[in-house]
């Protein structure tokens, strides 16, 4: 694999698109900018590589809140043209590695990595882009201090200039998805947003099966926070530029 700046590692993880490995760069420098010495690998067939080339637009919008990727190429394995995206490693995993090590989080580090989520979300939603994947497997933490960044983007959607919402086919994953999405098929800001509250009530209320409950141990600012990133309607929605001004947030 001559010419590449890094060298594939093990394998860290599988998902719809392809597969993700850890990769050694020697510190090369890529157009002026030292590679860190361990980063992560996104691979495809070349030939299915349309879904990932559209989310490097994404992942190169220099957002300390969105995972970010240093480089593309194509490298030539076990007989197979691959697109491979040179991305930041997230070495505190994933969101749901965290609370599979720990059960449930404490309100301290809840709103710290959702404020940082939210951040990411303001960026891009600021954008026309909607994301419509967020759950704890798509929050990555990054770096000594563990960031909370936005990864694959995989699904997301960017709005045409002026619109606020789109239809389509059925994005995102069922339990994280907002009832206009899955009713209707419309994708706006807003559901992001019910992902996001979706993702904070699964470890702090339990995952019912019935009607939500929002668990009453919770300080008030939090239950608060979680009632208004799941609102039912989309036109009372709040935004994540609202929810970042939330009383919730206020101390992280
Ligand atoms: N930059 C990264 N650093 C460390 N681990 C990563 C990174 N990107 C992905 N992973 C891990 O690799 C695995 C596969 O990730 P990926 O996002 O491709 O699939 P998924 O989210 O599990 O599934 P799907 O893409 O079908 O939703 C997951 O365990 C994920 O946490």
New binding site residues.
């Given amino acids: 694999m001559a010419g590449l700046l890094w060298k594939r590692g093990t394998t860290?993880?599988?998902?719809?698109?392809?597969v993700?490995s850890l990769a050694s760069t020697s510190n090369a420098l890529f157009r002026g900018v030292t590679l860190p010495s361990l980063t992560?690998l996104?691979s495809c067939d070349f030939n299915a590589s349309q879904s990932l080339k559209e989310e490097v637009e994404i992942l190169r919008m220099h957002s300390p809140y969105i995972?970010h990727c240093f480089e593309t190429n194509v490298s030539f394995e076990d007989n197979v043209n691959l697109y491979n995206l040179l991305?930041?490693?997230?070495f505190g995993?994933?969101l749901?590695?965290r609370l599979q090590n720990c059960n449930s989080l404490s309100e301290f580090e809840v709103n710290k990595h959702m404020k940082n989520v939210l951040l990411g979300l303001s960026c891009i939603h600021n954008k026309g882009i909607i994301h419509c994947?967020i759950k704890a497997?798509?929050i990555?933490l990054v770096g000594g201090d563990k960031t909370a960044k936005i990864?694959?983007f995989?699904l997301s959607v960017t709005l045409e200039l002026g619109m606020n919402k789109t239809q389509g086919v059925i994005r995102g994953?069922e339990r994280y998805m907002a009832p206009e999405s899955v009713i209707k098929t419309e994708y706006s800001p807003q559901v992001d947003i019910w992902a996001l509250g979706q993702t904070v009530y699964e470890p702090t209320c339990g995952n019912h099966c019935g009607k939500m409950q929002i668990n009453s141990k919770l300080s008030s600012e939090a239950q608060d926070f979680l009632k208004k990133c799941l609102v039912k309607n989309p036109s009372t929605h709040w935004t994540a530029d609202m929810l970042l001004n939330h009383t919730f947030l206020q101390n992280s």
Avoid: C, M, P, R
Wanted: hydrophobic share 35%; proline share 0%; aromatic share 8%.
């Fill in positions: 860290l993880g599988e998902g719809g698109f392809g993700v992560a996104k995972l991305i930041e490693y997230a995993g994933s749901t590695d994947n497997g798509n990555l990864a694959d995989g994953t």
